[in-house]
């Protein structure tokens, strides 16, 4: 579904939502999500809004959410707090009869939506024709139902920043070269982390149609041109910085960011291994924390007894991220209540089938 297509499906909610006090709003969630007790389960992704992030069932990343959804059989309804690609999901794998809404539809995921199935199927033409069946793809979680669709039907699998090392090395026991959809830069410095050289990966430009870099047989990495717009905002300059002003200063990012703010921090990993270094780091140690601004303040208000601060000082929270508000949710519980529940996502049941296959091909590695 593409963006405007997105937009002219979201229901406008009521003006007595939109208008309502923080307060009244969070009295009637609390009011209502006991009201519908077992029928509902709320997941909620940890760059979430305090607000929003209160109700939350459980927290997590996305996978591991669309897990815990799927194993909530008696729920009717599971009210995913995040974005469209991990509704899709949680659709996936959750029963028929169970219905997924996201609060609000608008909540997408800037790089997922920068690999269309549109563009991947013309990719594929052409690195068919270079380089012949050699290649496996392979896509990140952060990405639409359909790309991973596409990788299950053609022996690929899904995968995480916290397993996107295993599953590179499985895949490159399987074909001799990788197609890693849509981050850039998980691809390169998950590539390097296994030793695999810059110079045997090339970036595949899906709006040019062509590679920016020489990609010959040496080449085992074609990384798609996506990229996170929280992570990529991220700088060597503010690494440099943050230690000119503060030499005690420990760097912690996300892999999402690029490689050469992950090389030279101090520690990188997934959103789960952040928030592990952060609850067991010694008190009073000081820490620059490049990921969305979201989960960096809730680390700091929780963590007192540590110097947490954010990697970029002018860096504000996901867009997309923050879409879903306290209105929109209240909203959501407020229609299911009623009976006539919006916003639901459904993912056709072809495109889930395949889908599915690469999720288990992760899951069997795991």
Same mark, same amino acid.
């Given at each position: 579904?593409?963006?405007?297509?997105?937009?002219?499906?979201?229901?406008?909610?009521?003006?007595?939502?939109?208008?309502?006090?923080?307060?009244?709003?969070?009295? %009637?969630?609390?009011? @209502?999500? +006991?009201?519908?007790?077992?029928?509902?389960?709320?997941?909620? #992704?940890?760059?979430?809004?305090?607000?929003?992030?209160?109700? /939350?069932?459980?927290?997590?990343?996305?996978?591991?959410?669309?897990?815990?959804? /799927?194993?909530?059989?008696?729920?009717?309804?599971?009210?995913?707090? *995040?974005?469209?690609?991990?509704? =899709?999901?949680?659709?996936?794998?959750?029963?028929?009869?169970?219905?997924?809404?996201?609060?609000?539809?608008?909540?997408?995921? !800037?790089?997922?939506?920068?690999?269309?199935?549109?563009?991947? +199927?013309?990719?594929?033409?052409?690195?068919?024709?270079?380089?012949?069946?050699?290649?496996?793809?392979?896509?990140?979680?952060?990405?639409?139902? %359909?790309?991973?669709?596409?990788?299950?039907? &053609?022996?690929?699998?899904?995968?995480?920043?916290?397993?996107?090392?295993?599953?590179?090395?499985? /895949?490159?026991?399987?074909?001799?070269?990788?197609?890693?959809? $849509?981050?850039?830069? @998980?691809?390169?410095?998950?590539?390097?982390?296994?030793?695999?050289?810059?110079?045997?990966?090339?970036?595949?430009? $899906?709006?040019? %149609?062509?590679?920016?870099?020489? !990609?010959?047989?040496?080449?085992?990495?074609?990384?798609?041109? *996506?990229?996170?717009?929280? &992570? +990529?905002?991220?700088?060597?300059?503010?690494?440099?910085?943050?230690?000119? +002003?503060?030499?005690?200063?420990?760097?912690?990012?996300?892999?999402?960011?690029?490689? =050469?703010?992950?090389?030279?921090?101090?520690?990188?990993?997934?959103?789960?291994?952040?928030?592990?270094?952060?609850?067991?780091?010694?008190? *009073?140690?000081?820490?620059?924390?490049?990921?969305?601004?979201?989960?960096?303040?809730?680390?700091?208000?929780?963590?007192? &007894?540590?110097?947490?601060?954010?990697?970029?000082?002018?860096?504000?929270?996901?867009?997309?991220?923050?879409?879903?508000?306290?209105? #929109?949710?209240?909203?959501?519980?407020?229609?299911? /209540?009623? *009976?006539?529940?919006?916003?639901?996502?459904?993912?056709?049941? !072809?495109?889930?089938?395949?889908?599915?296959?690469?999720? %288990?091909?992760?899951?069997?590695?795991?």
């Amino acid at each position: 579904m593409g963006l405007a297509e997105t937009f002219l499906k979201q229901t406008q909610i009521p003006e007595a939502y939109r208008y309502a006090s923080k307060d009244v709003l969070t009295e %009637e969630g609390w009011r @209502l999500k +006991e009201q519908l007790g077992s029928r509902i389960y709320i997941p909620g #992704h940890h760059y979430q809004r305090d607000e929003v992030i209160q109700f /939350a069932d459980d927290r997590g990343d996305s996978l591991r959410l669309a897990q815990l959804a /799927a194993a909530k059989k008696e729920a009717d309804y599971i009210i995913f707090c *995040g974005v469209h690609f991990m509704a =899709e999901t949680a659709d996936i794998l959750t029963d028929q009869r169970q219905k997924v809404i996201l609060p609000d539809r608008r909540a997408g995921c !800037a790089m997922a939506d920068m690999a269309t199935i549109h563009q991947l +199927e013309r990719a594929w033409s052409h690195l068919q024709t270079q380089f012949g069946d050699t290649i496996l793809p392979m896509t990140y979680i952060n990405s639409t139902a %359909e790309i991973k669709a596409f990788c299950g039907r &053609h022996g690929g699998a899904t995968l995480t920043s916290s397993n996107a090392g295993k599953m590179m090395q499985w /895949a490159l026991s399987q074909k001799q070269r990788i197609l890693f959809l $849509p981050d850039q830069h @998980l691809g390169r410095n998950t590539g390097v982390q296994l030793g695999i050289p810059l110079n045997d990966m090339v970036v595949w430009d $899906p709006v040019r %149609e062509s590679f920016e870099g020489n !990609a010959g047989e040496h080449t085992q990495v074609i990384l798609w041109k *996506g990229f996170c717009t929280v &992570h +990529e905002r991220f700088t060597a300059e503010n690494i440099a910085d943050c230690r000119r +002003e503060d030499p005690d200063v420990q760097i912690l990012v996300h892999p999402e960011c690029d490689y =050469e703010v992950v090389s030279q921090a101090d520690f990188a990993g997934s959103t789960k291994y952040i928030i592990d270094v952060i609850d067991h780091a010694a008190a *009073g140690s000081h820490w620059a924390i490049g990921t969305e601004m979201n989960l960096v303040n809730r680390l700091k208000h929780s963590h007192p &007894h540590l110097h947490i601060r954010s990697l970029n000082p002018m860096m504000c929270a996901c867009l997309t991220m923050n879409r879903i508000d306290l209105p #929109h949710f209240v909203w959501s519980l407020a229609q299911i /209540a009623a *009976g006539t529940a919006d916003n639901i996502i459904s993912v056709p049941d !072809a495109v889930a089938r395949d889908a599915v296959l690469a999720l %288990e091909r992760m899951l069997a590695q795991s």
